[in-house]
């Protein structure tokens, strides 16, 4: 089975209405786990709400219980690279807390224990992940004024809605490479980790993280978010091998 895991309902309504009928929920944890059939591909859907323990309680709990081959993460986040703008896709290949400060019992972002920063995404899944992208963005645009990009590089993740430019212009000096911020990921992925378990992280970015996003993120939560995921997932899960039994 695959696990597919979005923070907000406005992330993921689509594909979760397509399961529909077919769909069985169990509740655990105050979590909704509906397990059916998406496009050929045994699925279990799960909203993790929001921030990093909702998201690795979430996580943990989906491994426990159900045999996940592989875990994807949808929404939105706030694009931090001066290249990166609202409309864009990225697709994560590292994640790290930029929040997780234990010095000096530890070096700065490392994980405690884990003796690691970042963690990793699964190289095929995401090269697939990157690429239905794409293949999604060129429909959408189509027509349009400004053609979106598909970005992959890391993400940031961290117990804060990222919206003024103090912060935004301290987390581009500190993290100069990472494309995005969000709340969820690097939660996801550290548990995946642990499990064993191989993950993706796929964002949409809503605003830029500055001084006008939470305006942005809410506009594009209501009117995109669910569009893009379901616009990449779909094509995604239907290139994907089909289960083995
Ligand atoms: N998700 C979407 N936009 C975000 C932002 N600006 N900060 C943190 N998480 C986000």
Redesign the pocket.
Known sequence: MLGILAALPEEITELLAEMGPTATVRRLGMRDYHVGVLRGQPCVLALTRIGKVAAAATTAMLLHEFRVRAVVFT????GIHEQVQVGDVVIGDTLLQHDLDARPLFARYEVPMLGRTHFSTEAALTELLAHCAEDFLSAYAHGRAVAPAVRRGPIAT?D????DLATLTRLRAELPDAL????EGAAVAQVCHEFGVPCAVL?T?????DNS?TVD?RRFLQEVASVYSAGILRRFLQALPPPAN
């Not at 804060?160 to 919206?163: A, H, R, S």
């Not at 995005?180 to 709340?183: A, F, G, P, R």
């Open positions: 929404g939105v986040a706030g961290g804060c809605f990222v919206g995005c911020v969000e709340m964002r970015v809503s605003d830029r993280a996003a993120f």
